[in-house]
């Protein structure tokens, strides 16, 4: 069955650094990946979607690659502030249904000011 | 747009007692979904409906779960007789209907759920 698996532990960075999180998905090939950003007490809030034909995106301080061969997206927050803590899901279509998302457990990110 | 609208924000109950969550769509999508949040499984999809008609509750655990959508402007999801493994975060999200297979999702605040 389809697994997407996030950092478990916490990321704990300084200001200014850059952040990377992984998500890695197994026993299937996505038409596109999503990444979301919850804060405690909040719903995901939708940040950036790639698609299978695009190796990067960029939005703002946001980077995001799709590497279908590795089956990994690797998510990097540039010039890291404070404000940017919170948990960083990603989230991937239902093979069988494309409008089922499956999810991630996320991945937590601190940045120490 | 005033997004997605979850009632109650909380709300605390003893089993066996039924619990109706509601949520208001963002005006316009087609699609609206209900999950359910807990630390150990993550976001789990429960049921979700296209323009008001159920389209697939797979993940509705057990039939004490049932949710409806009398319009386009409203849903509700009940559980009845409630248990103390209910407890959990159920947020609603909604979707427009696009072009193409993307589909970005906009939640609402949630309802935290807790079963005595």
């Known amino acids: 069955s389809q697994k997407i698996e996030q950092n478990s532990e916490a990321l704990n960075i300084q200001e200014g650094k850059t952040a990377t999180l992984t998500c890695n998905y197994t026993?299937?090939?996505?038409?596109?990946l999503q990444w979301y950003r919850q804060d405690p007490g909040r719903g995901p809030v939708f940040l950036l979607l790639?698609?299978?034909n695009e190796k990067e995106k960029r939005k703002e301080r946001l980077k995001v690659t799709f590497d279908t061969t590795l089956k990994q997206s690797l998510f990097h927050i540039t010039a890291s502030q404070p404000a940017d803590s919170a948990t960083y899901l990603c989230?991937?279509?239902?093979?069988?249904?494309?409008?089922?998302?499956?999810w991630g457990l996320g991945t937590s990110l601190a940045v120490n000011p | 747009d005033a997004g997605v609208i979850q009632s109650p924000r909380h709300e605390v109950t003893e089993m066996g007692q039924e619990v109706t969550l509601r949520c208001k769509p963002i005006?316009?999508?087609?699609?609206l979904f209900w999950y359910r949040q807990t630390m150990m499984r993550g976001l789990e999809l429960l049921i979700y409906?296209?323009?008001?008609?159920?389209?697939?509750d797979s993940g509705m655990p057990e039939d004490r779960f049932s949710a409806k959508m009398p319009n386009a402007s409203f849903s509700t999801l009940k559980i009845q007789p409630s248990e103390p493994r209910d407890s959990a975060v159920y947020f609603c999200?909604?979707?427009?209907?696009?072009?193409?297979?993307?589909?970005?999702?906009?939640f609402g605040p949630g309802t935290r759920l807790t079963v005595l």
């Open positions: 026993n299937y090939s996505p038409a596109y």
């Open positions: 005006s316009g999508h087609d699609y």
């Open positions: 409906f296209n323009n008001n008609v159920p389209i697939d």
């Open positions: 989230a991937v279509p239902n093979a069988g249904n494309n409008r089922k998302l499956i």
């Open positions: 999200a909604s979707s427009p209907q696009l072009a193409g297979y993307t589909d970005t999702q906009y």
């Open positions: 790639i698609r299978e």
